[in-house]
């Protein structure tokens, strides 16, 4: 059986839409029940949902509307056993897909009957693959100021795709241009096609032995449950106008690749 969340129209009883911050109880494609905490901010035009995963890897995703910018922030903890001290912060900043996350005003009215409810989503959205090109840099402030101060925890290991740019429309008094010339591109021969010029191709972190060797990293999430559209009812027959009157529910899961300079900086590739 499936759920949602109860959608009541503030703005109807002439009180405006505030933030919002909800707590829900998920469970995930292991039968595991995990909690998720979401926040929509209508004054920012953004919206956050945060959760730890059981091996301790903590995800926070936060939608910029305004820029149509995804910030997938992710803190891995190291595995003592093979020599991964500490923690690690990453960051992916990617085009916001807007079908994807209810806009925060609307998310901002939601309200749960029963907070204690586990949820399950209805629609499984599947799998969305990114292969990063390059450290975002300073970019990310133009982009997104919010998305900025999202994955200033990561520093240096920011990631985007270059092609991304292209998507995002034009910041005032800023070409595309100038906002490329603000990233950090992976090294030519990562990005290279082939490899015709005799150069061996970055290997997979998974398949290098050498520890002091570069590679490709991968990160895999699975977002369990997001409010990803609107229900509407019809109304009474002489009326005849639908309303909104729920959410639909939505899973989706993320991988990442991403190029590292040595293997014992991708934590995640056994």
Not at 48 to 62: A, I, N
Not at 224 to 233: A, D, E, T, V
Request: hydrophobic fraction near 35%; glycine fraction near 6%; charged fraction near 20%.
């Amino acid at each position: 059986m499936h759920f949602c969340v109860t959608l009541i129209l503030i703005v109807s009883l002439g009180v405006q839409p505030s933030n919002l911050q909800l707590l829900i109880n998920v469970r995930n494609q292991g039968g595991d029940v995990m909690q998720e905490n979401i926040t929509a901010s209508v004054s920012e035009d953004t919206v956050t949902l945060e959760f730890l995963r059981l091996d301790g890897v903590y995800v926070s995703q936060l939608v910029d509307f305004t820029n149509e910018v995804e910030a997938m922030k992710v803190i891995i903890p190291g595995e003592e056993e093979l020599g991964q001290l500490g923690y690690q912060t990453i960051c992916f900043i990617t085009h916001a897909a807007q079908a994807d996350f209810i806009a925060p005003d609307a998310m901002a009215k939601l309200r749960q009957k029963n907070p204690g409810t586990v949820r399950v989503a209805e629609e499984d959205k599947g799998w969305r693959q990114t292969t990063a090109t390059a450290w975002a840099s300073r970019a990310t402030r133009l982009l997104s100021v919010a998305a900025a101060k999202h994955c200033a925890p990561a520093k240096d290991r920011v990631y985007l795709r270059a092609a991304d740019l292209t998507r995002w429309a034009p910041r005032p008094g800023m070409e595309h241009s100038s906002i490329a010339s603000e990233i950090n591109p992976f090294p030519p021969h990562v990005l290279a096609a082939d490899s015709s010029d005799g150069s061996q191709p970055v290997r997979a972190c998974v398949a290098e032995t050498d520890s002091a060797n570069e590679c490709i990293c991968h990160f895999e999430v699975c977002v369990n449950w997001y409010p990803c559209g609107l229900k509407y009812c019809k109304g009474k027959p002489q009326g005849g106008l639908s309303y909104r009157c729920g959410i639909k529910t939505c899973h989706r899961c993320y991988r990442y690749h991403y190029y590292v300079r040595r293997r014992d900086t991708c934590l995640t590739y056994m």
